[in-house]
């Protein structure tokens, strides 16, 4: 592999959360662990991609032993990847990560030295089970151990479970009478994955191949962990809503991702107005609670664009909100241009502002008012690196990821540094 010099720029926004009531806690949104507490020396792995000539990208596989240090990191020692590999992922502390591909049907396992060099290993396929690629987000990749993971496969409506340790397939479940909805492309979240008890608990929606039409429609897969069995709940209230953050009350909270809100700005006829929906795991349901965002966001004023519900402090959360006119003004220098402007373009664009939610029946949001904000991208990827939640912020044009730090009792921190390129993928392997 070529090694190649350039220089990144780092800064953290982290969360950690805890789930009493969870038997058994596993890596990701609403139980991030620490299965390496007490070692010194932490060291984390980053994948991000950086711009390069031809409007391309190239993919680095980076190591840092802080993440919270408002620092530049350069990459003279980092590995090169090809374009497609984006997501690193594994069980955090574990020694070993992998890197998944969006053209190809593997995971290949890195695992790190003594010396702390990453080493990679042959690649497990995943074609046996009809997988086409490992692409996706993060969330896609779930760890519940260092013996046993799923890969939500969102192409073929499959559930690949597999042995992260000794690199062998375990099984697979087929969805596609439950996921499958005609002609329309079905897509899990973004965001990280929620646990409840034994379960794990992801949410996928539905969009046309305009991105201009969204569904009122959204699905939660929900595995046992145990036994590995699935069950999928649907609800036709409230389109695209992927974005799950638990409450104190063990409610889960599903609010429109800013894609769909991004499709409703430009054509409101196909795609409903941005909304939340909540979700009982206790019952196991879907509950009659229903409201828009523009309901309780900016109050009294008529068709704010919210969307991309994130987790904050105890019984609160973090929506963006778009700037209409910057993203009016990209809309109709897009039609003058004769350029395709759908759902994902307005989404992408970096018109979009952070407020606090207060979560409950009544929910109000405000906006959060910082000298050290700037309007962004409005679809943050949450990244789960073993303790703590962070959420990158794509700025710049996407040229950019910052990264800000959060408490789990007081919400958002400062910011530290920026990464050249997207972060997709970040992990503690040590």
């Known amino acids: 592999m070529k090694l190649k010099t350039a220089l990144l720029a780092l800064a953290v926004f982290a969360t950690a959360c805890s789930d009493s009531d969870d038997p058994t806690p596993t890596p990701d949104a609403g139980n991030p662990t620490d299965p390496d507490a007490g070692t010194p020396d932490p060291l984390y792995a980053l994948i991000t991609q950086v711009p390069i000539a031809g409007g391309n990208t190239q993919s680095y596989l980076v190591t840092v032993d802080d993440i919270q240090e408002a620092k530049t990191v350069g990459i003279a020692n980092a590995i090169e990847l090809t374009a497609d590999a984006y997501i690193v992922a594994g069980f955090p502390g574990s020694g070993k990560l992998f890197v998944s591909s969006s053209s190809q049907p593997t995971m290949t396992p890195y695992t790190l030295s003594a010396s702390g060099t990453l080493a990679p290993e042959a690649a497990l396929s995943f074609t046996s089970y009809g997988v086409r690629a490992t692409n996706g987000y993060q969330s896609q990749h779930y760890f519940v151990s260092e013996s046993k993971a799923y890969y939500f496969d969102h192409v073929n409506y499959k559930l690949v479970i597999w042995n992260p340790k000794d690199l062998s397939l375990i099984g697979s479940k087929d969805l596609t009478s439950q996921l499958k909805d005609g002609e329309f492309t079905f897509r899990y979240s973004q965001s990280l994955a929620v646990t409840a008890g034994n379960d794990v608990i992801i949410a996928g929606g539905w969009h046309a191949a305009d991105v201009k039409t969204i569904p009122a429609k959204t699905a939660l897969v929900i595995v046992d962990t145990q036994t590995d069995e699935v069950t999928v709940k649907t609800d036709t209230r409230c389109g695209w809503a992927r974005d ?181 993928g970040l992990l503690r392997i040590r």
């Not at 009982?280 to 704010?304: H, I, K, R, Y």
């Not at 004769?338 to 994902?344: C, D, L, Y």
């Not at 530290?416 to 972060?423: A, L, N, R, S, W």
């Open 244 to 424: 799950g953050v638990k409450h104190t009350d063990g409610k889960i909270y599903y609010a429109t991702e800013s894609l769909a809100a991004g499709a409703h700005f430009v054509s409101p006829t196909t795609a409903a107005t941005p909304c939340m929906v909540r979700f009982d795991p206790a019952t196991g349901e879907f509950d009659n609670w229903f409201t828009t965002l523009d309901a309780f966001v900016s109050p009294g004023t008529d068709g704010d664009i919210a969307a991309m519900l994130l987790p904050g402090a105890p019984g609160k959360g973090y929506v963006r909100v778009m700037n209409k006119t910057a993203a009016q003004t990209a809309l109709d220098a897009a039609v003058a241009g004769g350029r395709p402007f759908h759902g994902s373009h307005a989404a992408t664009g970096g018109w979009w502002n952070l407020w606090e939610v207060t979560l409950g029946d009544a929910p109000t949001a405000t906006a959060v008012v910082r000298d050290d904000l700037v309007a962004t991208n409005g679809r943050t990827i949450p990244q789960n690196p073993g303790e703590f939640l962070v959420l990158p912020e794509f700025i710049n044009d996407n040229a950019q990821t910052r990264f800000r730090i959060m408490s789990p009792q007081t919400g958002l921190g400062d910011a530290k540094t920026v990464v050249e390129g997207q972060v997709r």
